[in-house]
Antibody
Framework: QVHLQESGPGLVKPSGTLSLTCTVS????????WSWVRQPPGKGLEWIGE???????NYSPSLKSRVTISVDKSKDQFSLRLNSVTAADTAVYFC???????????????WGPGTMVTVSS | DIQMTQSPSSLSASVGDRVTITCQAS??????LNWYQHKPGKAPKLLIY???NLETGVPSRFSGSGSGTDFTFTISSLEPEDIATYYC?????????FGGGTKVEIE
């Protein structure tokens, strides 16, 4: 079973950059997309974006101007950078695997435990 | 973006009760819908994919149905360990969007 683990600072200053890394326990070079999803306190889940091991990316339009997702295949890691953060970016951030098998399944089937990031001075 | 509207936002039921949650998409998404269970402090868990397919290892008391714009998620007999928030999620179009969630509690 593949496991995901998020890591990164739990506190970021306003206007700063949020940086997180997700480590995959198996090879990242699979036919899956690797995603970031967040949950602000008391709110629901919000998809941020995703990356394929080739480097292709998809981003949420609402965050696209501030988000960069990258992949390091040598370390089986992918990373999230969110710049110009405000208090509204305070959330639990999850990394997740999106499995896609044409006309069979397209879902976030494996998730990391999540990491809380607070934006505050 | 496709908007996903879940109802109710919360419910309280007794152990053994049948629980039903609905999810409505703002446009036709065929059967491109998943359901997740999320417990506080834990990772979300995929329960149902493609509207009605049970993920491996998920108890059979969970089920899903629907297509087009209207979907239903059912717990046939509520167990204490089912206390969680449940989310629908569409994958017909990017961006992936989730419903607002339904918090299930025990009476």
């Amino acid at each position: 079973q593949v496991h995901l683990q998020e890591s990164g600072p739990g506190l970021v200053k306003p206007s700063g950059t949020l940086s997180l890394t997700c480590t995959v326990s198996d090879s990242i070079r699979t036919s899956n997309w690797w995603s970031w999803v967040r949950q602000p306190p008391g709110k629901g889940l919000e998809w941020i974006g995703e990356i394929y091991h080739s480097g292709s990316t998809n981003y949420s339009p609402s965050l696209k101007s501030r988000v960069t997702i990258s992949v390091d295949k040598s370390k089986d890691q992918f990373s999230l950078r969110l710049n110009s953060v405000t208090a509204a970016d305070t959330a639990v951030y999850f990394c997740a695997r999106r499995i896609t098998i044409f006309e069979v399944i397209d879902a976030f089937d494996i998730w990391g435990p999540g990491t809380m990031v607070t934006v505050s001075s | 973006d496709i908007q996903m509207t879940q109802s109710p936002s919360s419910l309280s039921a007794s152990v053994g009760d049948r629980v039903t949650i609905t999810c409505q998409a703002s446009q036709d998404i065929s059967n491109y819908l998943n359901w997740y269970q999320h417990k506080p402090g834990k990772a979300p868990k995929l329960l149902i994919y493609a509207a009605s397919n049970l993920e491996t290892g998920v108890p059979s008391r969970f089920s899903g149905s629907g297509s087009g714009t209207d979907f239903t998620f059912t717990i046939s007999s509520l167990e204490p360990e089912d206390i969680a928030t449940y989310y629908c999620q569409q994958y017909d179009n990017l961006p992936h969007t989730f419903g607002g969630g339904t918090k299930v509690e025990i009476e």
